[in-house]
């Protein structure tokens, strides 16, 4: 690279790349109106590849911020009241770090300060400037994630890696140590026959002698008989004949809750809907189906909640695009004329399944989706929800969520999901059949 080239990006805001910080959760910037510094925001974040959600209000900022977890909080105002209501409500509402930009009295910025600001800055920064002070905030507060999962959760079984607890039908268990960690091994392989020596060695580390599977067989058979719910037709985990045990229920990964508490969600209908959800309802289009689903990836685009949302439908052996919203170029020629029902297509198993797919990091490849994988993974996507659309008892389609997040969705972007195919499914049934 040139030295000129050098320094006119190190002018930039972002440009140097020793000053790079790669965000997981979107830049929420509050403002009261349009303004030179929510404009310099946006270049910033345009440069380094932040998503950037706009906000009117604390109301506005407080719905981005519950449907996922944002990187940072920024408040663009020369009102003092506005600064200091909209600080005071984002430092409760979420711990991201929060900076109030604007041409405020010394004593407004001692205050914001004071409610919980991180950063407190005049109007009117050289762009590189206030990049530079950000960027250092940003990393003082590490606020680059990992890709952590939190919770497994499948039908009426609800596991909680960090607390190491689990919940069946909303009651805690008492696992043994050694149950616990063969619960979430099983959990980790949904739908895969393992063998028992593989589960073995993983486990205890052995070889894999005749003690070691009998002891196997034992751990097994006191875990199913602990996580067997009433009235259930089939086990969560049957034994493979000849070749070892396999958990047979769709499992969703979950990411930790938006407000990083220790909440245990018992389902995820019991789960605190965001009130979005009512304000989504209340407006959704019913006179066309294209319409309705143009609408709800929208929202799910615009609300933050994820990068990418598209909407299918089964039909002939393919599933066709019916809307979608943030995906490129590349990915709407890749859908064009409709993509064959395989099973390498994570939203085909969930069609299968009935039952919502999740995919932590798509970009790893375990999980056999080679099709979702091509698909996404080189537009820089990384956790996946793909949820069934019902008409009658049958998948009329499908929902799917995409971001460039490296953390998996939590447990509110994944309600939200499931609560925007709900409502579809609303207007792709007959009237009649509402009417019973």
């Not at 930009?101 to 919980?116: A, E, Q």
């Not at 034992?218 to 719910?229: E, G, M, N, P, V």
């Not at 939203?347 to 996404?376: K, S």
Request: glycine residues 8%; charged residues 20%.
């Amino acid at each position: 690279m040139r030295a000129d080239t050098q320094a006119q990006r190190a002018q930039e805001p972002g440009g140097d790349p020793r000053r790079e910080v790669r965000l997981d959760g979107p830049v929420v910037v509050v403002a009261d109106g349009a303004r030179p510094d929510a404009e310099a925001l946006a270049l910033l974040a345009g440069r380094e590849r932040w998503r950037l959600v706009e906000a009117s209000g604390a109301d506005a900022a407080r719905r981005a911020t519950s449907l996922r977890r944002a990187s940072l909080v920024a408040v663009v105002t020369d009102d003092p009241r506005f600064a200091v209501e909209v600080t005071r409500a984002m430092c409760r509402a979420c711990d991201a770090p929060v900076i109030v930009l604007g041409d405020l009295d010394p004593m407004v910025r001692v205050r914001v300060l004071t409610d919980g600001a991180d950063l407190a800055l005049p109007t009117g920064l050289d762009p590189s400037a206030l990049g530079a002070q950000i960027i250092a905030l940003l990393r003082r507060v590490s606020d680059t994630w990992e890709p952590t999962v939190r919770y497994l959760s499948a039908a009426e079984l609800h596991v909680d890696l960090w607390a190491r607890t689990c919940l069946l039908d909303g009651a805690e268990l008492a696992l043994s140590p050694t149950e616990f960690r063969l619960l979430v091994y099983l959990m980790h392989h949904p739908h895969r026959a393992l063998p028992r020596l593989r589960i073995v060695r993983t486990l205890w580390g052995n070889a894999g002698g005749p003690g070691d599977t009998n002891a196997l067989r034992i751990q097994i058979s006191r875990l199913r008989h602990k996580i067997t719910a009433a009235g259930r037709p089939t086990p969560l985990i049957r034994a493979v004949r000849g070749v070892g045990y396999e958990f047979t229920e769709n499992v969703l990964e979950m990411g930790d809750d938006v407000g990083g508490g220790a909440a245990r969600p018992t389902s995820l209908t019991s789960l605190t809907m965001p009130r979005t959800v009512l304000d989504v309802a209340r407006r959704l289009p019913r006179a066309s189906q294209t319409a309705a689903a143009e609408f709800l990836t929208t929202t799910l685009v615009t609300s933050a909640a994820c990068d990418a949302a598209a909407i299918f439908r089964r039909g002939g052996g393919h599933m066709h695009l019916v809307a979608e919203r943030g995906n490129t170029a590349r990915w709407r020629e890749l859908m064009a004329g409709g993509v064959p029902l395989r099973s390498s297509f994570a939203q085909v198993h969930a069609f299968e399944t009935n039952q919502p797919t999740q995919i932590a990091d798509i970009v790893g490849g375990a999980h056999g989706y080679r099709e979702t994988t091509r698909a996404l993974a080189a537009d820089g996507f990384h956790s996946c929800l793909f949820v069934p659309i019902f008409n009658g008892p049958t998948a009329w389609g499908g929902l799917g969520l995409a971001s460039r997040s490296r953390r998996p969705l939590d447990p509110a972007v994944t309600t939200f999901g499931v609560a925007i195919a709900a409502m579809f499914s609303l207007v792709i049934r007959p009237a009649s059949d509402l009417a019973g």
